[in-house]
Each structure stands twice: as C-alpha cells, then as structure tokens.
C-alpha cells in the first residue's frame, strides 16, 4: 500500500511538472533604431598598396531585412519596433525627404516612434509621411497647436499568443532644439516621465494590458531614469543615445534595450512567458551584429536599387581630391577642433564676408577620406538644407556663447568649430583667451557672425542669437561648400589651434 501511494504521488509530481512547463511560451520582439536613411551597406576604408579601397562593412537595409525575415520566419508572431530617426544622415534622405526609409519600414516594421530628426523637413514632410506608413506610428508626449496628439496615437495594443502587449512611444523634448524651430513651431514637448506614469497605470487598468512596452527616442541614461521614476514598464525599446546595449540594461523589473545605430545591429528579445499567469518569467536580450558576411534580402535589395538610381550621376561626381582625410566622426567634431571643421567654418565666413563664422559640431554629419571627393561625400557632411544667416551682436555675447560651448556635456551637439583668425581656450568649463579676427575680443564691438540658419535660430539652445539682428545670406551652406571645394579642386585643410584646453 505504502509503495502504490508513493508511485501514485510520484506520477502526479510528474504529470504536474509537465502540466506547469505546459504553460510556457516564448515571445519575440526585434528592433532597431536611428537608421538614419542607412539604406545601403556602410563602408569602411581600407589601403590596398599605394591606394585606398571603399568596402562593404556590413549594415544596409537589405541586409537587415533579411535578419528579421529568417527570424520572423521561424516566429511569425514576432514584433518588430523601431526606436525613431528614420530619416537625415544620407544623400537618400536629402534627395527623397524619408519616403525611402518608411518604403522599406513598410515591409518588416510593426510599430515605430519618432525621433528628433524626423522634424528635419518640416511637419507637413513628417505628415505626409505618417500618412502613408504602413506601420503602426506612437507618440504620446507630443501635442500639436491644439493640444492633440501629433501623431494621432500614443499607444497601440498588440494581440500576440494570447498576451495583449501595449506599446507607448516618447520622444525626446530636446527635439525643440535639436532640430530647426520653425519645423517645431506649435509643438509642445510633455516631460515623457509624467506622460508615462498616467499612460503606464491606464494600460495595465484600463487596457488590460499583459506586457507593457515604452518605445522611447530619449537616449539610454533617460531611458534608465524613465525605469526609476516609473514602475510597471516592462521593456524600454530605445533609440537617439545611439547606444549597442549588448545584453541591455537592468533596472529594477524593467529591460532596457537599444540597437547602436544605422542597422549595424538587429535587437532581439525574447520573453519566457506563462499563459496562465498572464506573466513574464524571464527576459533574454542581444544584438546581432549586421556583418558583411550576412545574406540580403532581394527584394528590399531591389527597392534600394531602385532609389539608388534615382540619386542619378550627379551624386557620383568626382569635384575635387583631399589629399588628408578630413575629421567629421562624432566623438571627435562635438569635442575637438578637426579639420573638416575649420574648413566648413572659412568657406562659410568667406561667402558671408563676416568677422568670424561659428558652425556646431551637431551640424557635421560624416567625414571625408583622403583621395576623390564626390558630390554625395558632401551631401553626408551636410545633408540638412540650412543657409548661411549673419548675425551682428557684441564681444560680450559671443563670450557667453563660447562659455556655453565649454561647459556642454560631452557629445553634445552644440560645440562649435570657428573660423581661422578666432579661436578660443577651454579651461574649467569657460572659455578664456578668446580671439576673433586676429586680436582679443572687444566686448563692447559688434562682431558679424556667419552661422547656420539652425543655430541663428536658436538650434542646439543658442538662444543668445535670437536677441540679435540677423538676416539670410541665401547661400545654402551644403552648395556652397560644393562649389568652393569644386573650384579649388584640391583640399588640404589642416587643424592649427584655433580650440584648444587647458
């Protein structure tokens, strides 16, 4: 008796324990971020010999696509978010305004956020984007002039084995000044925390939401804080910081993932859940790098193609040679004074005729490699479609810009690179021995300024500008750029102290 009572409790351990894994379920969400209309393979520059040879480095849409059918293919449930800047940073996004971005997020992309750049050619442009995606677009912090949500949504609830998983997008309030003020006009920009601890508690309530999930263009430090102040966010799918969260971050029970930048990584995350419970068991979160080795899908192939022949010849035209190669890398433009940066500065002071030329880091999207110079090499430099604007304002003003530019954060987009004859010294976050024009800073003398329209228009918070006369040179910078450097033919610029620290 005792034996059969024991070989009975034995069976119903194991019938239980099969029962409980019964109750498991995998569900897989992939993602990306700040795409930056990154639509063909990056390159990096190698030297063969004597010469430097342009190849492939992995990335592109294609090859990205591909990655995301294989896996949809063995998981046809899966979600796949992005986290914002679908649009600026290449010749296709200049030339064609992100219709070729959301053309291909129309073909894998379930849901996506905006990011900053977005705003880059307007609201009507965004608008008319956001009209034909063929996505799912969320954004909850964002109001137009009539307090509406801009986008229509600011959260969508997605039905997936079972599990009603709501998605809330947040965008960055620094779009304000990170993008040109007047394609921000009428916008309002809620803090994404008080937004998020309403929205979090009606969608778990209200919504009787399983999973909740924020896809946030705030940056991964933002994000962090966003986990702290709110409870009950699940995953943060991130973008803007441009950071590969190799395993993600944990922060109390909420994931935070983001996908580095321009398709080089393929985000995925997979939750253990139990249907029963309607409760997650555990999360896994990777990058999968986009390596050169990786297949392509061919249809997305052949709609990059497509758009790739659009560009047409005048994009691959040979203007001039750089016999350096010329610094535009992030770290470096937003930090340092590079070459490129001198030389975007003179040009812009040459045409406008001004005491001085300031241009910000944020503004310098690429660099330039030694040898042939083409049209689109220039178009990635500058591909926003800012003009040359002269401001007149005091010694004393400038000296408080330049204090502002010391004591930025790093990365910071607003660092400004200035023209020869004027530099500065930055020395515990001031700016000190400031010359302009060949002598020290007078604060009492009305300076003329050449900048961009978007700092002359308080981009990247120079809002010391807006306080001054100013007016359009009508000069597109980008074009200007093209043709000075077509007509030289040769380009040497070089870094000679014009910014220096102490």
């Known amino acids: 008796m005792l034996r059969m009572i024991r070989l009975c409790c034995a069976v119903a351990i194991l019938v239980f324990g099969i029962t409980a894994c019964g109750t498991s379920e995998s569900i897989q969400i992939l993602h990306f971020n700040d795409f930056h ?13 004597d010469k430097e040879e342009r190849q492939d480095d992995g990335a592109g849409a294609a090859r990205l696509a591909k990655a995301v059918f294989d896996r949809k293919a063995k998981d046809p449930d899966s979600l796949v978010l992005f986290g914002g800047d679908a649009l600026q940073g290449t010749a296709f996004s200049t030339l064609f305004k992100g219709e070729e971005s959301y053309s291909i997020m129309d073909e894998f992309v379930n849901v996506a956020t905006l990011g900053n750049h977005e705003f880059d050619y307007g609201q009507e442009n965004l608008k008319r984007l956001l009209s034909r995606a063929k996505f799912d677009v969320v954004c909850a912090n964002l109001l137009d002039d009539k307090e509406e949500n801009f986008v229509s949504r600011g959260y969508v609830i997605k039905e997936v084995k079972g599990f009603r998983i709501a998605i809330f997008g947040l965008l960055t309030p620094d779009t304000s000044v990170t993008t040109h003020p007047k394609n921000v006009g009428g916008l309002t920009f809620v803090k994404p925390a008080e937004v998020a601890k309403q929205l979090v508690s009606d969608l778990r309530e209200k919504e009787k939401a399983d999973i909740v999930i924020a896809l946030t263009h705030l940056g991964s430090n933002e994000d962090v804080k966003l986990a702290k102040e709110v409870s009950g966010i699940d995953i943060i799918v991130g973008g803007h910081s441009h950071t590969a969260l190799t395993n993600g971050i944990q922060e109390g029970k909420t994931r935070i993932v983001q996908a580095g930048l321009y398709g080089k990584y393929l985000g995925v995350v997979k939750l253990k ?27 997305i192939e052949a709609i990059v193609a497509e758009y790739n022949e659009k560009l047409g010849a005048e994009l691959q035209q040979v203007i001039a040679r750089a016999t350096v190669r010329l610094e535009g890398e992030k770290s470096k433009v937003r930090n340092e004074e590079t070459n490129l940066g001198n030389l975007i500065c003179d040009i812009t002071r040459d045409i406008a005729k001004t005491d001085l030329a300031v241009v910000n880091g944020g503004g310098i999207r690429d660099s330039i490699a030694a040898g042939e110079i083409k049209v689109n090499d220039i178009v990635k430099v500058i591909p926003f479609d800012n003009t040359i604007y002269v401001v007149r304002m005091p010694g004393s003003a400038i000296a408080g810009i330049l204090d502002r530019v010391a004591a930025k954060d790093p990365e910071k987009g607003n660092f400004l690179q200035i023209s020869s004859g004027s530099g500065y010294t930055i020395k515990d976050g001031k700016a000190i021995d400031i010359i302009i024009n060949g002598a020290p800073i007078n604060p009492e ?11 002359a228009a308080g981009g990247d918070g120079f809002v010391e500008f807006l306080d001054y006369e100013s007016y359009d040179t009508g000069f597109v910078m980008r074009d200007a750029l093209i043709d000075v450097i077509r007509a030289r033919g040769t380009i040497n610029a070089a870094v000679d102290g014009r910014i220096k620290r102490q």
């Open 37 to 49: 209309a990154m639509l063909l393979p990056a390159e990096k520059v190698v030297k063969v010999g």
């Open 273 to 299: 859940v139990d249907r029963k419970a309607k409760k997650i068991l555990s999360i896994d979160s990777k990058l999968i790098p986009m390596t050169p080795d990786l297949k392509k899908d061919a249809k």
């Open 445 to 455: 003398r009305v300076y003329s300024v050449a900048t961009s329209d978007f700092v």
